[in-house]
C-alpha cells in the first residue's frame, strides 16, 4: 500500500464553521506534513510531524490547527477561515529523514477547500 | 535555508520533440533533489529523485535528470515528449530535517 488517503474530496465551508481535513497512511512513514497549494503556485508547507510531535510549523495562522492522533493519522481542524483560505490542501508523508534516510514524500490527491 | 529556482514558468512544445526543464537549488548542506508533476485538480507523484550515488537519474516513462552539483542544478529532460506529459512540474529540495520545498514550476504543454 503506497496510497495517502485524504478526505473529504471537495469542502465548501462558511466563515464560521468548524471542519476537519483528514490524512491517513499505511506506509510506515514517521513524517507527515500539510502543504497548501492556491492555483498556478507551488505547494507551500504548513506543518511538519516526526513520530507524532510537531516538529514544524511555518508561521500558520492559529485557524488552523493539526493533530497528529497516531503514526497513520493526521488531521488538520479549520475554524474562522477566510475567503482566502480557499486552496487545495495536500497531504503527504515520507520515511523519518532523522534516520539519515530520507526518501521521497508521497502525497495524497488532496483537499479542494472553498471558503465562502 | 534552501531554495529552489524554476527558471521557466511554461515550456511549449510539440510532440515527439526533445524538452528540457531546468532547475536550480541553493543549500549549504547536502541536499536531496526530486521532481514532481502534477496532473490537473490532482496531488503531486513522484516523477525522479537523487539522494546520492549516480548523478544520472531514470523515470520508468523516459524521463531523466542529472545532479550537477558544481553548477547547482537538477534538470529535467526527456528525449521526445507525448501529449500526456502535458503537466506541471515541480522541483523540490530537501535536506535532513525533513522539510521540501518546492520551485514555482514549470507548466508543460505539448502541442500536437
Known amino acids: 500500500d503506497t496510497e495517502v488517503t485524504q478526505t473529504p474530496k471537495h469542502l465548501v465551508m462558511g466563515m464560521t464553521n468548524k471542519k476537519s481535513l483528514k490524512c491517513e497512511q499505511h506506509?510506515?512513514?514517521?513524517?507527515m506534513y500539510w502543504y497548501k497549494q492556491k492555483a498556478k503556485k507551488p505547494p507551500e508547507l504548513m506543518f511538519v510531524?516526526?513520530?507524532?510531535?510537531?516538529?514544524i510549523n511555518e508561521s500558520v495562522p492559529s485557524r488552523f490547527s493539526p493533530e497528529c492522533p497516531n503514526s497513520s493519522l493526521l488531521n488538520l481542524h479549520l475554524h474562522a477561515l477566510q475567503p482566502e483560505d480557499s486552496a487545495l490542501y495536500l497531504c503527504a508523508s515520507s520515511q523519518d529523514a532523522q534516520t539519515g534516510m530520507n526518501t521521497e514524500a508521497f502525497f495524497g490527491q488532496g483537499t479542494r477547500l472553498t471558503v465562502v | 535555508a534552501q531554495s529552489v529556482t524554476q527558471l521557466d514558468s511554461q515550456v511549449p512544445v510539440f510532440e515527439e520533440a526533445p524538452v528540457e526543464l531546468r532547475c536550480n537549488y541553493s543549500?549549504?548542506?547536502?541536499?536531496?533533489l526530486f521532481w514532481y508533476v502534477q496532473y490537473p485538480n490532482q496531488g503531486l507523484q513522484l516523477l525522479l529523485k537523487y539522494l546520492s550515488g549516480s548523478t544520472l537519474v531514470e523515470s520508468i516513462n523516459g524521463f531523466e535528470a542529472e545532479f550537477n552539483k558544481s553548477q547547482t542544478s537538477f534538470h529535467l529532460r526527456k528525449p521526445s515528449v507525448h501529449i500526456s506529459d502535458t503537466a506541471e512540474y515541480f522541483c523540490a529540495v530537501s535536506d535532513i530535517t525533513d522539510k521540501l520545498i518546492f520551485g514555482t514550476g514549470t507548466r508543460l504543454q505539448v502541442f500536437p
Open positions: 510531524y516526526s513520530y507524532e510531535k510537531l516538529s
Open positions: 543549500s549549504s548542506v547536502s541536499v536531496y
Open positions: 506506509m510506515g512513514h514517521r513524517a
